[in-house]
């Protein structure tokens, strides 16, 4: 029996605009999924996972291979669909299908914006590959994972994934079916407070709706996205040299733009507004947006207690350095 656990993140600059190339730069956190996997010589997948929602779900191997899931709640098939296309994956990867018993649970609200998705991907993954007594090289875990979020979602870059595999702050630029991945050196400690209120849409739809608006008025949404591309490289500089004032600027700049994409929500923004009025440097959404996860740049009590004054819960942060790994193998 083997127990991995992936870290979530949270993106410091560039959400959105590295869907279209440009880089972001992300900060995976000490807040983890866990993923137990044990062995089963009868073929079956049975996948419990009660903090996805996903409890009382059977999974199993049909004849041909395809994994079928049974389930009589119709709203977790799509956190489902993560684990589904990961175990997918990981038997291809090992070129075997065995059956498997996967426990998974979270330490992060499921679909906030702070990456469970990636994060569930991942330890799938890996959880599965070292239960059969296999390994695996990080950067092949990282682009097999990166596949789940593609299939599944339709459209997504490889920073959420990239966090959950190798932890730390890191830049990523997506090129073609790569990833380029620069590990960053802060200047300075992060003092990061993460606002939550509920999501009201899905990445996958968030993404989707700034893609029309980006076919349908490209001459309005190619500077927007270029602009945070530029914003997310002065914020790496900014972050080296351990600037916070500016990073706050920039921050606040970005999410201005996020808005402006039409992903922010009333709610978002006015968690955003009150931890700024209460002293943060800057503060944006992180994430995909339409509800979910802000930050501020802060470390004052006021700025949590303004945030929780507009209805928002706060979630206590910071940075996780080491990315996947195995926390127990009996
Ligand atoms: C989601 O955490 C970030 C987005 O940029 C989507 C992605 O990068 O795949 C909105």
């Known amino acids: 029996m083997v127990t991995v656990r992936a870290p979530g993140k949270v993106i410091l600059y560039g959400e959105h605009a590295v869907v279209y190339g440009e880089p972001a730069l992300a900060m995976a956190i000490n807040k983890y999924v866990y993923v137990t996997a044990r062995a089963r010589s009868d073929g079956k997948i049975n996948i419990n996972a009660r903090d996805l929602r996903l409890a009382g779900i059977s999974v199993t191997i049909s004849e041909n291979g395809d994994i079928i899931a049974?389930?009589?709640?119709?709203?977790?098939?799509?956190?489902?669909?993560?684990?589904?296309?990961?175990?997918?994956?990981?038997?291809?990867?090992?070129?075997?299908?065995?059956?498997?018993?996967?426990?998974?649970?979270?330490?992060?609200?499921?679909?906030?914006?702070?990456?469970?998705?990636?994060?569930?991907?991942?330890?799938?993954?890996?959880?599965?590959?070292k239960e059969l007594g296999y390994d695996i090289d990080k950067r092949e875990l990282a682009r097999l994972a990166w596949q789940v979020e593609k299939d599944v979602q339709g459209s997504a870059s490889p920073t959420d994934t990239t966090m959950a595999t190798f932890g730390g702050i890191m830049f990523v630029k997506p090129e073609g079916n790569n990833a380029v991945m620069e590990p960053v050196r802060p200047g300075t400690n992060v003092p990061l407070i993460i606002g939550y209120v509920p999501r009201v849409s899905t990445t996958?739809?968030?993404?989707?709706?700034?893609?029309?608006?980006?076919?349908?008025?490209?001459?309005?949404?190619?500077?927007?996205?270029?602009?945070?591309?530029?914003?997310?490289?002065?914020?790496?500089?900014?972050?080296?040299?351990?600037?916070?004032?500016?990073?706050?600027?920039?921050?606040?700049?970005?999410h201005g733009l996020l808005d402006a994409l039409g992903v922010s929500t009333r709610q978002l923004n006015e968690m955003v507004y009150a931890a700024r009025n209460a002293g943060a440097l800057g503060s944006k959404l992180t994430g995909a947006g339409g509800g979910g996860c802000m930050i501020a740049l802060s470390d004052k009590v006021e700025v949590e207690k303004a945030i929780e004054l507009t209805g928002g819960s706060v979630l206590k942060a910071v940075l996780d350095i080491n990315g996947v790994v195995v926390v127990s193998n009996d």
């Not at 709203?75 to 299908?97: H, N, P, T």
């Not at 949404?221 to 920039?250: F, N, Q």
């Open 204 to 254: 996958k739809d968030l993404v989707a709706m700034v893609r029309r608006k980006y076919e349908t008025m490209r001459d309005v949404i190619e500077p927007i996205i270029r602009s945070i591309g530029l914003i997310t490289r002065k914020g790496r500089e900014a972050l080296e040299r351990g600037d916070l004032e500016l990073m706050g600027v920039l921050m606040n700049i970005n």
């Open 70 to 129: 049974r389930t009589d709640y119709g709203a977790v098939i799509s956190a489902l669909s993560y684990v589904k296309r990961a175990v997918e994956l990981a038997m291809g990867y090992v070129d075997k299908k065995v059956g498997i018993d996967l426990e998974i649970r979270s330490e992060m609200p499921v679909g906030a914006g702070l990456g469970t998705s990636a994060a569930v991907a991942v330890a799938t993954i890996y959880a599965y590959i």
